[in-house]
């Protein structure tokens, strides 16, 4: 009887001495020496990754963004293409008659120069001519000096107001404009996956470190266990129903490493080195705690349409869509055009005569009308229509981003309710495991219940993870959903 008594008393001190032992096995070796001769060196922790880290490189390297600003170069030569419809043009034309009767020689060099904001053109011209010609190209002799001339052509009806060269240059403008905002909606997209990722990663970690402790507690266990059977304090089932609980746990770190293990694999997508190639971050970069979760502050809950790059780019086809119809309106006008042009011959009366020497002055007109015009009745019919399809598109887009916003703005005020249960059902699991620990420490409680509070804490503990994790997705999609640049690491 006495024996028995011992014994009891011996088991209770070894568990009630646990947490002592388990706190002096963790804590610093200076914490346990009074006076220690020698302090080893320590090598620097890696500091650990945030989440601006990420969204610098992801905005500095990732494909998608840099094939997006590519794609704007390609529309800007496209719109230095068109401006090149108003470049300046010489040229120059020469003949002569090596053969028959009349020897005459012409060269002519001609400038000519397109309006900005009319369909006409100036243009100046020069001509010199030797020998004789025949009567029916009298007017290919010039003085000795030969003759300079100016001119113009001024549209007064059609192509006055548009015209196709400059319908061309304005959509290919406007198509700079399209690729940036498409290209912006492109970044936002890779940095709300990167936020993702980051997040995902973190999250991999805390669960991991979740259940480590967890693990730790059996292993520690463990070792007193073992002393208590061997000294026929405690039963050996005791023994083996801790090492089933050890295997199991054992179990979830694994399972939790490879989840992290897959996280990072995620993650190196958007972290490149400087020459753009992936890079896989170790475990020992990872944050300490959930804080890291909070790295995009909540956007506001008003996003007006205007501000996405999406509804944006519609916006500017529906200029472009109207630009194409002016155009086809402007094919159906009648053409009326008006010239002029001033001509002076230089020097001695050539063999034309002296009738050439005097200053010239013409003016002239063109006139048409067309009867049928099909073709622009067609162009008409067509960018009406395309102008009532990006009008309804882009309603429908203005009411879907106003949805999508409030159906995120919701699901994360229920997240953040939800991390606020989570946290309370945290805290109260976490005193019944140390409670229930006391008691079987005591020699009161059951093995079988201490596991069980210790793993419904551990539970609470994950769920806690998850819903902050859900929470730090929701302001990512929130901030995606309004086109917050600076949230997204996009105002550098």
């Known amino acids: 009887m006495i024996r028995r008594a011992v014994l009891r008393l011996v088991a209770v001190l070894s568990l009630a001495l646990l947490p002592a032992v388990a706190v002096a096995q963790g804590a610093p070796r200076a914490a346990r020496q009074v006076a220690p001769r020698f ?72 400038a000519t120069r397109p309006l900005t904001n009319n369909g006409g053109y100036v243009y100046g011209n020069y001509r010199a001519s030797r020998g004789t010609f025949p009567i029916y190209e009298d007017q290919a002799y010039t003085n000795r000096l030969g003759e300079a001339k100016v001119g113009a052509l001024f549209a007064l009806l059609r192509d006055r107001v548009v015209d196709e060269r400059r319908t061309r240059r304005a959509v290919a403008a406007t198509d ?46 463990r070792t007193a266990f073992a002393r208590l059977v061997q000294l026929g ?77 999406d509804y944006r780019a519609i916006l500017t086809r529906i200029d472009q869509a109207t630009a194409r119809l002016l155009l086809a309106q402007n094919d159906l006008s009648p053409r009326l055009d008006l010239r002029g042009e001033l001509g002076k011959d230089i020097g001695s009366a050539g063999l034309g005569g002296s009738n050439r020497t005097p200053l010239e002055a013409v003016v002239g007109f063109r006139f048409s009308v067309p009867l049928q015009n099909r073709a622009a009745k067609g162009r008409v019919a067509e960018a009406r229509a395309e102008i009532d399809a990006l009008d309804q598109r882009s309603r429908f887009l203005r009411d879907q981003i106003a949805v999508e916003v409030e159906s995120i703005v919701i699901s994360a005020d229920g997240a953040e309710r939800l991390a606020s249960v989570a946290e309370t059902e945290r805290t109260l699991a976490d005193r019944l495991a140390a409670a229930e620990r006391r008691r079987f420490e005591l020699g009161t409680g059951d093995f079988f219940l201490v596991n069980q509070r210790e793993e419904t804490a551990n539970d609470a503990r994950i769920r806690l993870i998850d819903a902050q994790a859900r929470i730090a997705a929701t302001r990512a999609e929130l901030a995606a959903a309004t086109a917050d640049r600076a949230a997204l690491g996009l105002t550098r």
């Open 39 to 110: 302090v080893p060196q320590v090598a620097p922790q890696p500091a650990p990754l945030t989440l601006d880290e990420v969204l610098r490189s992801s905005a500095r390297s990732a494909p998608q963004i840099i094939e997006a600003l590519a794609r704007v170069r390609q529309a800007e030569g496209r719109a230095l293409s068109a401006d090149g419809a108003f470049d300046t043009v010489f040229d120059v034309d020469g003949r002569s008659r090596v053969a028959g009767y009349y020897d005459g020689t012409v060269v002519e060099g001609r």
């Open 233 to 309: 304090a405690r039963p050996e089932i005791l023994l083996t129903e801790n090492d089933a609980n050890l295997v199991r746990r054992r179990g979830l770190v694994l399972r939790a490493e490879q989840d992290l293990a897959g996280a990072a694999n995620a993650l190196s997508l958007y972290l490149r080195d400087a020459d753009g190639n992936p890079l896989t971050v170790s475990p020992d970069r990872l944050p300490r705690d959930a804080s890291a979760l909070a790295g995009v502050p909540r956007a506001p809950r008003l996003a007006p349409a205007v501000e996405r790059y």
């Open 176 to 221: 700079i404009d399209v690729a940036r905002f498409e290209g912006e909606m492109a970044a936002i997209g890779v940095q709300r996956r990167a936020v993702d990722a980051y997040q995902t990663w973190v999250a991999a970690g805390l669960r991991l470190s979740a259940y480590r402790d967890l693990l730790k507690l059996a292993e520690t266990r």
